[in-house]
């Protein structure tokens, strides 16, 4: 069972955050955690942190959202509302990438290190593939009630399709990547950013699907999408790690990894 320790939820909030300061002391990123954020127990099986709850033995993690769009080209499936990205999401919350990525870490998630980009030759042509770690594997669900109103719970990837291949997202596609620190800029904060379909290094989570390095393929599936402010939920769970092929494999450097191992607060 995980236990809160004061000492130990601010070592891990401060690691969550990523907000690196700048010579004054002050944080260079304008978006800022909200205050006084630390989990609260409800049950044994169930703490509130902020606006999200989540459940330390399944490790799952679930908050509010509503329908936000149900007919543009997507390039996210879940922004918060307070960012950039709104127009081309799919699902908008009042969480923030702040608190997902502190209960992310309170609940031991590890993020992959598996490549974003692919890299372009002279001609604008794609060259070599992505390599992979095998972590960070997890499922989006939306929990929501049917035209018959039963209570539905099926994966996020099924509202989600390539309108060239006509295929769903699907479940289990998605990898917590953990987002990235620019300059002190914690990436999804700024954008509010969670969960990518259109491949994105500010992204908590992305999606490696066929085409997910094209703009302009993703669309809703209108026959599923619940109409504009329809109100869901949205569960996060994290899923075993997987056996990537030797081809794709990402080696890691085993001596910078004990290094830093041992370089973080405990």
């Not at 069972?1 to 000492?7: G, I, K, N, S, V």
Request: aromatic share 8%.
């Amino acid at each position: 069972m995980l236990r809160f320790h004061a000492r130990q939820l601010a070592a891990i909030i401060a690691l969550a955050l990523l907000s690196l300061p700048d010579a004054s002391g002050q944080a260079n990123a304008p978006t800022k955690p909200p205050k006084d954020l630390k989990p609260i127990k409800i049950s044994a099986e169930q703490y509130k942190l902020g606006k999200l709850f989540f459940n330390p033995k399944t490790r799952e993690i679930w908050f509010p959202c509503r329908v936000n769009q149900d007919e543009v080209v997507l390039e996210f499936a879940i922004c918060d509302e307070f960012r950039g990205k709104l127009h081309e999401s799919l699902l908008s919350t009042k969480v923030t990438p702040f608190e997902i990525q502190i209960a992310m870490k309170l609940l031991r998630w590890q993020p992959s290190g598996r490549d974003i980009y692919r890299e372009f030759n002279e001609q604008g042509r794609p060259i070599g593939i992505l390599k992979d770690d095998g972590r960070g594997r997890m499922a989006i669900l939306i929990r929501h009630k049917g035209k018959d109103g039963k209570e539905i719970t099926e994966p996020l990837g099924n509202w989600v399709h390539n309108a060239r291949t006509k295929k769903v997202v699907g479940p289990g596609s998605w990898t917590y990547t953990g987002s990235k620190v620019v300059d002190g800029y914690f990436l999804a904060a700024e954008d509010g950013a969670i969960a990518a379909v259109y491949r994105y290094e500010g992204s908590l989570c992305n999606t490696f699907n066929p085409g997910s390095d094209d703009d302009e393929l993703w669309f809703p599936v209108a026959e599923k999408v619940p109409p504009i402010d329809t109100v869901v939920s949205v569960i996060l769970k994290p899923l075993p790690d997987v056996k990537v092929p030797a081809e794709r494999r990402l080696e890691r450097n085993p001596a910078k990894t004990n290094k830093s191992a041992n370089t973080q607060t405990e």
